[in-house]
C-alpha cells in the first residue's frame, strides 16, 4: 500500500491541530501507521530540506522548524501521496482552496500547519529520513 510522510509543525501542534489533522485523514479513509513526537535536530532538517538549503528562506524555515515538537506520521492508503497533498493545499496558505487543511487553518507561508511529501519517491526518502522500519504498524486486513 502506498505510504507518505506527514508532519504537524510547531505551530499545529501548539495550535492544538494535531486530533484535527489526524482525523481529516482518518475520516478520508487512510491508516495511521507511525507517528511521533519529536523536536527536529539540526542534521535532520537539512536532510529533510536539502533542497532548499540554499534559498534565502532556509534559516527561517530551520528557525520555525525547531522552534518546538512537531508531530511526525507516516499514513498509508491508495493514491495517499497526491490525495494527501490535494487535501493540505498550496503551500502558501495565502492561495490554499477552502476545504483543504491549510486554506481552512493557516494564513503564512513561513507557518504553513504542516508538510506532506510530494511525491512516491520523496516519501520513501522522507519515511526513511524519521523512522526505522520497525516503528512502521502493519494492519491485518478486516474488510
Ligand atoms: P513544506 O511543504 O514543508 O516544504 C518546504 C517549506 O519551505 C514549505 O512547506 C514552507 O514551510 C517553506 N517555504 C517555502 N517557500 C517559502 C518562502 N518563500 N518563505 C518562507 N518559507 C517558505
Do not use: W
Amino acid at each position: 500500500m502506498e505510504q507518505t510522510f506527514l508532519m504537524v509543525k510547531p505551530d499545529g501542534v501548539q495550535r492544538g491541530l494535531v486530533g484535527e489533522i489526524i482525523s481529516r485523514f482518518e475520516r478520508r479513509g487512510f491508516k495511521l501507521v507511525a507517528a511521533k513526537f519529536e523536536r527536529l535536530p539540526d542534521a535532520r532538517v537539512m536532510e529533510h530540506y536539502a533542497e532548499h538549503v540554499q534559498k534565502p528562506f532556509f534559516p527561517g524555515l530551520k528557525a520555525y522548524i525547531t522552534s518546538g515538537p512537531c508531530f511526525l506520521m507516516v499514513f498509508a492508503g491508495k493514491n495517499i501521496v497526491k490525495i494527501s497533498r490535494d487535501m493540505i493545499g498550496a503551500t502558501n496558505p495565502a492561495g490554499a482552496a477552502p476545504g483543504t487543511i491549510r486554506g481552512d487553518l493557516a494564513l503564512e507561508i513561513g507557518m504553513n500547519v504542516i508538510h506532506g511529501s510530494d511525491s512516491v519517491e520523496t516519501a520513501a526518502r522522507e519515511i526513511g529520513i524519521h523512522f526505522k522500519p520497525e516503528e512502521l504498524a502493519s494492519y491485518t486486513r478486516i474488510d
